[in-house]
């Protein structure tokens, strides 16, 4: 796992190998398997390094391969994702 700024994980949650991680909140009893990142720049033309970040609810399972970015400005900033969802 490389993890790189402003992460909080929570309690019970576990990352496999090769995730990587930054600008992003994980609750509670969530999987994250390998070859996931989350939390990187968002895919938007228009960001210019602005304060981001991805809220990540409890009991999440995040399978191989999975791309999640931050939100852009333009949105309210956040990417979130709710709770027990796969």
């Known amino acids: 796992m490389h993890r ?3 992460v909080k994980i929570g309690k019970n949650t576990t990352l ?3 995730v990587v991680i930054e600008e992003t909140e994980i609750g509670h ?3 994250i398997y390998p ?3 989350i939390g990187l720049p968002p895919q938007d033309i228009r960001y210019k390094g602005e304060k981001t970040k991805v809220k990540i609810g409890d009991g999440n399972i995040i399978r191989e391969y999975i791309t999640i970015h931050r939100a852009s400005v333009s949105g309210e900033g956040v990417t979130r994702i709710g709770i027990i969802i796969f």
């Open 4 to 6: 790189r700024n402003n």
């Open 16 to 18: 496999a190998s090769h």
């Open 29 to 31: 009893d969530c999987n």
């Open 35 to 37: 070859f996931t990142s």
